[in-house]
């Protein structure tokens, strides 16, 4: 594509995720809002799959990931983008801390009873659920800590924001959408022996 100036420019579609962080550094207002644009259905998606059932409203989801964006973009100085796997586990921690900033508040107010005085089910999972879910989540989040940065970004990009293996190679800088799934089956088993080891 060649713009009015005769200078080529990249399609939109095509820039980086290190290309726009460049542009953003240089103070390009437009690449901030491409990078956004490109990165907010991604984090919608998983914000909206880790909070529980009673917080899952979508302007809570859209406030969340509004907070975790605004978050990272103000330091995007101190932030060094290794490309888009990089990026995205940068505000995957940022949005974990939402998340348990939102659950703690959920939990402080008082819960509001019906209007009409009938007792509601409660669709939340039951405690054991709940105990169960917790530790299978805690040895999860302790085995990826363990991996070396590379193995986590192809984890979370795979199994957190669900990824598809050409989008990885693309993010992780991989030739192949067949590399990036090799690289993905081993970073998985990886992952499962850290989980293993946990127990």
């Known amino acids: 594509m060649v713009a009015d100036g005769g200078q080529e420019s990249i399609a ?41 059932l009673h917080a899952r409203g979508l302007a809570d989801t859209d406030d969340l990931v509004q907070v975790t964006l605004s978050r990272a973009l103000r330091r995007m100085d101190a932030f060094d983008p290794r490309g888009e796997g990089a990026f995205l586990a940068y505000l995957r921690r940022i949005l974990l801390n939402s998340v348990r900033e939102e659950l703690r508040r959920s939990r402080a107010k008082p819960s509001s009873a019906s209007p009409d ?47 598809g293996y050409e989008q990885i190679a693309e993010a992780l800088g991989r030739p192949s959408s067949n590399a990036a799934r090799m690289t993905v089956s081993r970073a998985l088993l990886k992952l499962a022996e850290a989980m293993h080891e946990q127990r």
Do not use: N
Request: aromatic share 6%; charged share 30%; glycine share 4%.
């Open 117 to 163: 005085g009938i007792e509601r089910t409660d669709p939340a999972p039951s405690p054991v659920e709940q105990m169960v879910a917790r530790e299978t989540l805690g040895r999860y989040e302790a085995a990826l800590a363990m991996l070396p940065e590379d193995v986590q970004h192809a984890v979370i990009l795979r199994i957190e924001f669900d990824y």
């Open 12 to 52: 939109p579609a095509l820039e980086t995720t290190s290309a726009l962080f460049e542009r953003i550094r240089l103070g390009d207002e437009q690449a901030r809002h491409r990078l956004f644009a490109r990165i907010l259905p991604v984090l919608r998606r998983w914000a909206h799959g880790r909070l529980p």
